[in-house]
């Protein structure tokens, strides 16, 4: 019987690209994939430490795992594991705990001695139909919250003909959807040598022939942005999205983390409220549909109930279709962990649920405003539990079509018939795509 391996992930869509190397080396292995984690012989937990949330999560798998598992071989690896190696190796559960400085010891903790020379020899991911493509690394930026320059280092691009040639075996591997992520995308090209922008590469992505599928109504592959700072969201790029929004999906999340220019002061952010409405503004004016979602901070020294609502009102004038926000975490060695004013708890978890209610609001009248409109879907792996088809739209809605109405890895036109319950899906049906 082969061996197998269960891999957990946290934090971000850069770890989901890690993780998924950490698959294609176990299965290159011999391995095989399992859902249950007291089945495996190998464990790999791909660590987050963007909060004391994640860091404690991490550590509550950790123990977990152990008993699960009690014979396996559990290995730590991820951001925690760069920050605090010793801090994990003293749980006592770990078999080994790999920073991201040292991944290419990954083969060996994970094969063997005899792989200590492999390399991962592609991707492994969960829905075939989508994959991650790091196209950049670190940051350059220094806000006063934030712990990952620290641990994944300076921006670091990597140059675009890998990137390609990578893309290249994505797709024939059946994938219709790529997203492009880094810790801030926006970055690329900057340190290379001659100096580019994201757009260059892009460029290269969208004037590269990719083979077609003649059965579905897409083209051979969609890419996808997904955080990009509001200074890098350029007027190129938004004319880019705008020529091709079914090659180049409409969607871009543009961390805000506060509607306070006093906090953002604070918080050592490189623009203020003005510069990010025009951003945001500008991009909804340039690309009809275009889903923008915005990253908040709630809870940080020094905020009052006046920057609260301020923040509240500031992000419900902006045309966004979503919000990802986090209660304040204080980091270790980052200059606001030592800063006086931090909201109690129980004022930061209020904070955190009104602006989550604001998300909310702005989730729902986005998908509203988007009925009765043809969009592009992705038919995904996995079905809902109700049997029906799940979907994704370029501007990142997820339907719901019937069953049989196309199958997974499909891209089919679906026009938009109503927002479900929940306000976070939409009811579609496939219709007949215009003629190409």
């Given at each position: 019987m082969a061996k197998r391996y269960f891999v957990h992930t946290l934090g971000c869509k850069l770890n989901q690209f890690d993780a998924a190397r950490v698959e294609g080396l176990l299965r290159a292995g011999g391995f095989e994939r399992t859902d249950d984690p007291a089945a495996a012989d190998v464990v790999v937990l791909n660590t987050c430490t963007v909060t004391a949330r994640a860091d404690a999560e991490g550590r509550r798998l950790a123990r977990l795992y152990r008993r699960l598992a009690p014979n396996a071989r559990i290995v730590a690896a991820g951001c925690y594991a760069q920050r605090d190696p010793e801090g994990l190796a003293a749980l006592g559960v770990f078999d080994a705990v790999v920073p991201l400085a040292e991944r290419e010891r990954l083969p060996r903790e994970l094969l063997g001695e005899e792989a200590c020379a492999a390399q991962p020899p592609g991707l492994f991911f969960a829905d075939a139909a989508r994959a991650y493509l790091r196209v950049q690394e670190g940051c350059n930026l220094r806000c006063s919250y934030c712990v990952i320059p620290s641990v994944r280092g300076p921006s670091r691009s990597f140059e675009p003909a890998p990137l390609l040639e990578e893309a290249r075996r994505l797709v024939a591997a059946g994938v219709r959807e790529i997203g492009l992520t880094g810790v801030n995308t926006g970055e690329w090209g900057r340190d290379l040598e001659p100096k580019r922008e994201l757009a260059?590469?892009?460029?290269?992505?969208?004037?590269?022939?990719?083979?077609?599928?003649?059965?579905?109504?897409?083209?051979?592959?969609?890419?996808?942005?997904?955080?990009?700072?509001?200074?890098?969201?350029?007027?190129?790029?938004?004319?880019?999205?705008?020529?091709?929004?079914?090659?180049?999906?409409?969607?871009?999340?543009?961390?805000?983390?506060?509607?306070?220019?006093?906090?953002?002061?604070?918080?050592?952010?490189?623009?203020?409220?003005?510069?990010?409405?025009?951003?945001?503004?500008?991009?909804?004016?340039r690309v009809p549909g275009i889903c923008l979602g915005a990253d908040v901070i709630a809870g940080f020294p020094g905020e009052t109930d006046d920057d609260q609502e301020t923040t509240r009102a500031f992000v419900e004038s902006l045309p966004l279709a979503y919000l990802h926000v986090f209660s304040y975490s204080p980091?270790?060695?980052?200059?606001?962990?030592?800063?006086?004013?931090?909201?109690?708890?129980?004022?930061?978890?209020?904070?955190?649920?009104?602006?989550?209610?604001?998300?909310?609001?702005?989730?729902?009248?986005?998908?509203?405003?988007?009925?009765?409109?043809?969009?592009?879907?992705?038919?995904?792996?996995?079905?809902?539990?109700?049997?029906?088809?799940?979907?994704?739209?370029?501007?990142?809605?997820?339907?719901?079509?019937?069953?049989?109405?196309?199958?997974?890895?499909?891209?089919?036109?679906?026009?938009?018939?109503?927002?479900?319950?929940?306000g976070k899906l939409v009811r579609a049906e496939r219709v007949a795509a215009p003629p190409r």
């Amino acid at each position: 019987m082969a061996k197998r391996y269960f891999v957990h992930t946290l934090g971000c869509k850069l770890n989901q690209f890690d993780a998924a190397r950490v698959e294609g080396l176990l299965r290159a292995g011999g391995f095989e994939r399992t859902d249950d984690p007291a089945a495996a012989d190998v464990v790999v937990l791909n660590t987050c430490t963007v909060t004391a949330r994640a860091d404690a999560e991490g550590r509550r798998l950790a123990r977990l795992y152990r008993r699960l598992a009690p014979n396996a071989r559990i290995v730590a690896a991820g951001c925690y594991a760069q920050r605090d190696p010793e801090g994990l190796a003293a749980l006592g559960v770990f078999d080994a705990v790999v920073p991201l400085a040292e991944r290419e010891r990954l083969p060996r903790e994970l094969l063997g001695e005899e792989a200590c020379a492999a390399q991962p020899p592609g991707l492994f991911f969960a829905d075939a139909a989508r994959a991650y493509l790091r196209v950049q690394e670190g940051c350059n930026l220094r806000c006063s919250y934030c712990v990952i320059p620290s641990v994944r280092g300076p921006s670091r691009s990597f140059e675009p003909a890998p990137l390609l040639e990578e893309a290249r075996r994505l797709v024939a591997a059946g994938v219709r959807e790529i997203g492009l992520t880094g810790v801030n995308t926006g970055e690329w090209g900057r340190d290379l040598e001659p100096k580019r922008e994201l757009a260059d590469l892009l460029e290269a992505f969208l004037a590269a022939e990719w083979p077609r599928r003649a059965d579905d109504d897409g083209p051979a592959v969609r890419f996808r942005l997904n955080s990009l700072e509001p200074r890098t969201l350029t007027p190129r790029l938004l004319a880019l999205i705008a020529a091709a929004p079914d090659r180049l999906a409409p969607h871009v999340q543009v961390p805000l983390q506060s509607g306070s220019d006093r906090t953002l002061a604070a918080m050592r952010r490189n623009y203020r409220t003005a510069f990010y409405r025009d951003v945001v503004e500008g991009a909804a004016a340039r690309v009809p549909g275009i889903c923008l979602g915005a990253d908040v901070i709630a809870g940080f020294p020094g905020e009052t109930d006046d920057d609260q609502e301020t923040t509240r009102a500031f992000v419900e004038s902006l045309p966004l279709a979503y919000l990802h926000v986090f209660s304040y975490s204080p980091r270790p060695g980052t200059p606001a962990a030592t800063m006086p004013g931090r909201p109690p708890a129980d004022v930061a978890r209020r904070r955190t649920n009104e602006l989550r209610a604001a998300g909310a609001r702005l989730g729902r009248a986005f998908r509203e405003r988007l009925l009765g409109t043809t969009q592009q879907a992705l038919v995904l792996d996995t079905p809902a539990s109700d049997g029906r088809l799940r979907a994704l739209t370029g501007n990142y809605v997820e339907l719901r079509l019937p069953a049989g109405a196309a199958p997974a890895g499909a891209v089919v036109a679906a026009r938009l018939a109503a927002v479900e319950r929940d306000g976070k899906l939409v009811r579609a049906e496939r219709v007949a795509a215009p003629p190409r």
